[in-house]
């Protein structure tokens, strides 16, 4: 008799925007894969016992590393909490996975890149950071492939959700709150909303059961290409926001920490040709995210 077999899926970091997507569609999914979330008060990515123990006990097959330390700025003062998080606990995941048998999607990001490029990033470009954020998610990368070569990178890039605290929140906060807005009109690239990365990553392990793993770097991001300029244009039209108005500078009038990269399109053939991924555009994906902000 056909038996089916369910597969045990470790989510860390499950509390952020990213790791609550998938929360939300782990459901629909529950006939193949028993999903465990977590986050840092139930497992520290950085206590590699506790992350032994915890992928032995539970006979986990995948690990969907969510977990981050994702404050771009404040990084560069906590650098070695930083690095702790996003370089070391990222091996020890790599070898706890290696050592039991099970394989990992990390997901990392476009600030691997330096932002000089004038057409979109493929996943062979050189990658050359320029913040302490991008250095230790970039060594996270390169020591996550030593330790586990089984692995699946994900590179996205402006994340946001209904969960947690992002852009396209703080935008519409303002929108409402003022009535001029300065927003920086040189840094090109595109959002990502994380239910459509959630989405993909479902679509990844679906892809991994059915016919094989496909270890290596890919890409993901929504499509299109934007700056942070109109992106605020484009949410404040969906949230209806018509007395603010937005203002756009250059990076230099708008000083931060960490360098931010000018440009990092993200070219996404890789991903969607080797696991037949449909990816939405950026603006339908924005609408449907506002849609659901407004309503709540
Ligand atoms: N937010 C963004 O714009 C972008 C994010 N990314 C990457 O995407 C991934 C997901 O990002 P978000 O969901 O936005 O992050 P987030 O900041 O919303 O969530 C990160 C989660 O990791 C947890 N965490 C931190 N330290 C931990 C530890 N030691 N053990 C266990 N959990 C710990 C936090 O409690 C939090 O729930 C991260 O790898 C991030 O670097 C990539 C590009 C852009």
């Not at 590393?65 to 990222?90: F, H, P, S, W």
């Not at 009038?253 to 993200?266: C, D, W």
């Not at 994906?285 to 659901?292: A, D, T, V, Y």
Request: hydrophobic letters at 40%; one cysteine or more; proline letters at 3%.
């Amino acid at each position: 008799m056909f038996e089916l077999v369910q597969k045990n899926i470790l989510i860390t970091g499950s509390n952020g925007q990213l790791g609550n997507e998938i929360k939300r569609i782990a459901a629909l999914h529950e006939n193949n894969f028993q999903f465990f979330f977590t986050d840092v008060a139930e497992l520290d990515i950085t206590d590699q016992q506790a992350i032994e123990d915890f992928i032995r006990e539970n006979n986990i097959k995948y690990i969907v590393n969510c977990a981050a330390y994702t404050a771009v700025d404040k990084a560069e003062d906590d650098v070695a909490l930083c690095y702790r998080i996003n370089r070391d606990a990222v091996a020890n995941l790599g070898a706890a996975a290696t050592n039991n048998g099970a394989k990992i999607i990390h997901i990392s990001t476009d600030y691997v890149y330096d932002g000089t490029a004038s057409r979109p990033y493929t996943e062979t470009d050189a990658v050359n950071p320029q913040s302490i954020y991008g250095k230790s998610k970039q060594e996270g990368e390169a020591a996550l492939k030593k330790a586990c070569p089984d692995s699946i990178i994900i590179r996205t890039a402006w994340l946001y959700s209904i969960f947690g605290n992002n852009f396209v929140k703080t935008m519409i906060k303002y929108g409402k709150e003022r009535d001029t807005l300065n927003v920086v009109a040189d840094q090109t690239g595109t959002p990502t909303n994380a239910a459509d990365l959630a989405n993909a990553i479902i679509k990844i392990l679906d892809y991994s059961e059915a016919n094989s793993f496909k270890p290596g770097i890919f890409h993901y991001s929504n499509e299109g290409v934007t700056t942070w300029y109109d992106f605020t244009l484009a949410i404040h039209k969906n949230a209806g926001i018509t007395n603010c108005t937005v203002n756009p500078i250059t990076t230099d009038q708008y000083p931060t920490k960490a360098t931010r990269p000018k440009y990092s399109v993200l070219d996404k053939a890789k991903i969607r040709n080797t696991f037949n991924i449909t990816i939405p555009r950026w603006e339908d994906s924005l609408n449907i995210c506002i849609k659901e902000l407004l309503s709540i």
